[in-house]
């Protein structure tokens, strides 16, 4: 079995942090934050025990047994930690705050299990730098971001160098938080979902054409959401926004009919070779 000199085993994707400026920084963004605390990957403790005194319930989740022991003889009354796995823990039935350092390669399996289960309202988590970038729109978003943009505000707080780690991963990570929307932007979330994944897969040479072959919106409502929103057809699904993507799938669920914005047209001018939808 390897181990890092940290006695990190590589298997379970451990890269502990040792930055206390990184620490501090979570610290500061839970404190602000109410309610109990559920952690993640906890490993070594490093942010166990800064967020224990904060007096306030804390669960810590750790998968391997050895340091999951050796972190509840660190802790103080009030702690409970869990010998478990984080894809797997079955988060609280109460509001709650959730704080990890997610192993990098586990870091789009953890999100898509946090974002599909409730109660809990934020998350403040160190990932990957490139995955907390798409999930929080820049550069792109992604698929997984896009289907989830309509519950969850997504923001990136800072790039965390790879030396803030030990081991040293090869890439950076990053302080994303996750917070869940009071109201959301989209009611039916299965069906929009299906949508975005429809949209994100389809053929076409951009947003205009690929919008156009699912055949859920009259081309004329299509040039006018472009327009009214500042879309160039030739965008692709990755370039909009969380509200741009709410509009857009009232514009489906009405058929670009009435309920659908009816924004003024700007000089529209019809269609290319292939049916494209030129620009405003």
Not at 47 to 73: H, K
Not at 266 to 273: A, P
Request: charged share 25%.
């Amino acid at each position: 079995m390897s181990h890092s000199r940290h006695g990190g085993r590589h298997e379970l994707g451990q890269n502990f942090l040792v930055d206390r400026a990184v620490i501090a920084d979570i610290h500061h963004l839970v404190s602000a934050i109410r309610g109990p605390i559920v952690e993640i990957a906890a490993g070594d403790g490093a942010l166990t025990l800064p967020l224990s005194r904060l007096g306030r319930p804390l669960t810590a989740v750790e998968l391997d047994p050895r340091r999951a022991r050796r972190l509840r003889r660190r802790v103080a009354d009030g702690v409970t930690v869990v010998n478990d796995d984080l894809l797997r823990f079955r988060l609280p039935r109460v509001p709650h705050v959730v704080v990890g350092n997610i192993p990098f390669h586990l870091t789009t399996a953890a999100l898509r299990r946090l974002l599909a289960v409730p109660h809990w309202h934020t998350a403040i988590l160190v990932t990957q730098w490139e995955a907390a970038r798409r999930r929080a729109g820049i550069g792109g978003a992604s698929l997984l971001t896009a289907s989830w943009w309509p519950w969850y505000e997504f923001t990136v707080h800072a790039r965390i160098p790879a030396r803030s780690f030990r081991p040293v991963p090869s890439v950076d990570g990053g302080l994303l938080s996750v917070t869940r929307r009071p109201e959301p932007l989209v009611a039916d979330r299965r069906r929009y979902q299906r949508f975005v994944a429809q949209v994100f897969t389809g053929p076409g040479r951009g947003l205009a054409e690929i919008l156009a072959r699912t055949g859920r919106i009259p081309r004329p409502a299509l040039r006018d959401w472009l327009c009214a929103h500042r879309v160039a057809p030739r965008a692709l699904p990755k370039d909009l926004t969380a509200r741009q993507w709410a509009a857009l799938w009232t514009l489906v669920e009405t058929g670009g009919g009435p309920g659908a914005p009816t924004p003024r047209r700007r000089g529209l001018t019809g269609r290319g070779r292939h049916g494209d939808i030129k620009e405003c």
